[in-house]
């Protein structure tokens, strides 16, 4: 499994609420990314980071932030959730060229 | 901007029944191709790397291919055990390691 882990992997919570999703990696590989994934979509990419305190955005990245104060973990936060926020989030952690993926967290805002 | 086109949508076939899932991209400059797997309820699992037309990789009864164009993802004699959504991505020359992805195809195999 890459050594990734997201936290939680299951989460209802109510619209406007904040939201942490984590994304944690035993390995201490530079490139962490956010996805998420969609019917009809596919995966897209939220944020990504390059390394400590350096991220950037991605295709879809309004309503989301995202911070990297070490090199293990990568947090996304939605800052006050909306239905349309209701996806599987993946992380993701690049090793040479390929990226490697997490389990996934279901999120649902009701 | 990048562009992934996966097709077809959906596949069945028959344990035993050879065939072929497309991947058709659109980039600027290809730093490569991705294939991955994707089990229900999972997270993606990687397969191949491909980054120059021409290229093949194989790994069980799977075999990917490389165009300029687009790529195939070849299956032989499938087993019910390869029935899975298989996703394509590209990363681009210019896009400091983001993969645009595919929608994906979702295989059935059936005894």
């Known amino acids: 499994d890459a050594g990734i882990t997201q936290s939680p992997r299951h989460k209802v919570t109510e619209t406007g609420t904040p939201v942490t999703l984590r994304c944690h990696q035993t390995?201490?590989?530079?490139?962490m990314y956010w996805y998420r994934q969609d019917p009809g979509h596919g995966l897209r990419l939220i944020h990504y980071?390059?390394?400590?305190?350096?991220?950037d955005k991605g295709e879809v990245s309004d309503g989301y932030s995202v911070s990297r104060s070490k090199t293990e973990d990568f947090l996304l936060t939605l800052e006050s959730a909306t239905s349309s926020q209701t996806s599987v989030y993946f992380c993701?952690?690049?090793?040479?060229?390929?990226?490697?993926f997490g389990q996934g967290t279901r999120l649902t805002v009701v | 901007e990048d562009q992934v086109t996966q097709s077809p949508e959906a596949l069945r076939l028959q344990e035993g029944e050879s065939s072929s899932l497309n991947c058709s991209y659109t980039?600027?400059?290809?730093?490569?191709l991705f294939w991955y797997r994707q089990d229900p309820g999972k997270g993606p699992e990687f397969l191949f790397t491909?980054?120059?037309a021409g290229e093949e990789k194989e790994k069980e009864r799977l075999k990917a291919t490389l165009t300029k164009k687009e790529s195939f993802l070849h299956i032989t004699a499938p087993k019910p055990e390869d029935s899975a959504t298989y996703l394509c991505?590209?990363?681009?020359?210019?896009?400091?390691?983001?993969?645009?992805f595919g929608t994906g195809t979702r295989l059935q195999v059936t005894l």
């Open positions: 993701a952690i690049r090793v040479a060229t390929e990226a490697f």
């Open positions: 390995e201490n590989h530079r490139y």
């Open positions: 980071s390059y390394g400590v305190k350096d991220t």
């Open positions: 980039v600027s400059g290809l730093r490569g």
């Open positions: 491909l980054y120059s």
């Open positions: 991505a590209v990363q681009d020359t210019g896009t400091a390691s983001k993969l645009t």
